[in-house]
């Protein structure tokens, strides 16, 4: 069973210093050129000179944000299920401000069965090595899942 599409949008530069403002327009855009129905939307700025934390709920799930101006990062997810193109979404968001590094990642969401083919990757791409996973034999957790 496929459940859907969810795209993660790691942003370094300008995306980071957007405002609220321009933060729920652009993902309010991003949901219609998507054809994704809103449902609710909830911002919140940290202080002057902070990050902004955003969600747009949709019908279809989901599309939030994350900024660390002061790291030069903005995190996007965006989530759909049914007949709305989560890539149109990306494309929206993407084209929202010139980021010096834009990297995406896109995952299909669902339970495997016998007509779904499951991957799993193990790579750590030089991450920190509290994030590293690593197996336990007990229960197949990594470690950032047992914390």
């Not at 933060?23 to 998507?34: D, I, M, P, R, V």
Request: charged letters at 20%; glycine letters at 6%.
């Amino acid at each position: 069973m496929i459940a859907g599409k969810h795209i993660i949008i790691e942003c370094e530069g300008e995306h980071a210093h957007l405002s609220e403002e321009k933060l729920e327009s652009t993902l309010s855009s991003a949901a219609k050129a998507a054809g994704a129905t809103v449902l609710s939307s909830h911002f919140h700025r940290f202080g002057p000179q902070q990050g902004i934390t955003g969600v747009l709920v949709l019908a279809e799930s989901h599309i939030t944000v994350h900024t660390w101006p002061e790291h030069n990062y903005a995190a996007f997810d965006v989530f759909m299920c049914g007949d709305c193109d989560p890539d149109k979404a990306a494309e929206v968001i993407i084209a929202a401000a010139s980021s010096t590094q834009v990297t995406t990642n896109s995952i299909i969401r669902g339970i495997a069965n016998d007509k779904c083919e499951t991957f799993s990757s193990n790579t750590n791409f030089g991450l920190p090595k509290y994030l590293q996973a690593t197996e336990n034999n007990d229960n197949n957790l990594s470690r950032q899942e047992q914390l």
